[in-house]
């Protein structure tokens, strides 16, 4: 990475940090996640940023990929996951909290079993650091707050335009020798009760997609909606709300035949599989061979 590459990168983990302090002020039990979401999505455009992703707001065992679509009804409750991710020009922040709206003592334990695992995980991660010790780090701390990690979610390397890019960084000791290298990565623990499975299944269709095998479409409107995806998300996931928002009813039909065609990858919502609670923690670090940054800290 360049310097300009790292100031991007910064920028963008600065704005996180940021919006993160803003949501925390409006995130109030009964409020619509729509409304909480798009308030989060036009502050990260407000302070120069545009989102890398569409806020995620997941509640009780809904783990990750759940974000309000246009009409959604849904309100905050339980223990609510914040997911957020900003970028400038591509340089990606990505930067996740978790708040109890009941004032609940087992939804603050699996947080600070959350926090307890983030804080070990950044800790242990640095250039030639193993995957697996980080991933022992980040179990050791979460189990010593009667908790267990989420196994099949992970923290993960982060390139220009691609938010999970290849390395996986596991939240387990999971016997891998690789070693980090310089560049972009996020550290993600999640945790669930001692009596969960600790591991998440797939859900119904959380609404978010990514570009996967670009091709034509016959329908004209699907063509426009399309050119508008290609140009304003490039290889980052985006929401049907998105397109809502910009084209009315009609960019949802034009969703419906994008799809249709094979051209997106569509996220199911992750949930844990015994339908007990999770808690997530997350921050974006720059690894370089003279320090580590991490972005999404407040300074």
Same mark, same amino acid.
């Given at each position: ?25 409006? /995130?109030?039990?009964?409020?619509? @996640?729509? &409304? ?13 940023? &545009? ?10 065992? /809904?783990?990750?990929?759940? !974000?309000? !679509? ?8 339980? @223990? ?5 991710? /900003?970028?400038?020009?591509? $340089? ?68 220009? $335009?691609? @938010? ?65 995806? /290609? ?52 921050? !974006? ?15």
């Amino acid at each position: 990475m360049n310097q300009e590459e790292i100031k991007k990168l910064k920028q963008a983990g600065k704005i996180a940090a940021q919006v993160v302090d803003f949501a925390k002020t409006i /995130v109030k039990k009964g409020t619509p @996640l729509l &409304e909480i979401a798009e308030k989060i999505e036009l502050k990260i455009k407000e302070l120069g940023g &545009e989102p890398a992703f569409p806020v995620n707001l997941s509640i009780d065992q /809904v783990a990750a990929h759940y !974000t309000p !679509t246009y009409n959604d009804k849904t309100i905050a409750s339980g @223990l609510l996951k914040v997911d957020i991710g /900003v970028h400038i020009n591509g $340089f990606i922040a990505d930067t996740a909290f978790s708040i109890d709206l009941e004032n609940n003592k087992e939804n603050q334990e699996l947080i600070k079993a959350a926090q307890a695992g983030l804080d070990a995980g950044l800790e242990k991660a640095k250039i030639s650091s193993q995957l697996q010790e980080i991933g022992e780090a980040i179990e050791k701390a979460i189990k010593s707050k009667k908790a267990i990690p989420i196994q099949n979610l992970s923290g993960h390397s982060i390139e220009k $335009f691609n @938010l999970h890019s290849g390395i996986s960084i596991p939240n387990y000791n999971n016997s891998s020798t690789l070693e980090l290298e310089e560049g972009t990565y996020a550290i993600e623990p999640f945790t669930t009760l001692e009596i969960g499975t600790g591991s998440i299944k797939e859900g119904k269709t959380s609404n978010i997609y990514k570009l996967e095998n670009l091709k034509n479409v016959r329908d004209k409107k699907a063509r426009e909606v399309l050119s508008f995806i /290609v140009e304003n998300y490039n290889q980052l996931p985006f929401c049907s709300r998105w397109l809502y928002n910009k084209f009315g009813a009609t960019g949802i039909l034009a969703l419906r035949r994008i799809e249709e065609a094979g051209i997106l990858h569509s996220y199911p919502q992750l949930i844990e599989c015994s339908g007990k609670k999770v808690a997530q923690a997350e921050h !974006t670090i720059i690894l370089t061979k003279s320090e580590k940054i991490i972005t999404t800290k407040k300074q």
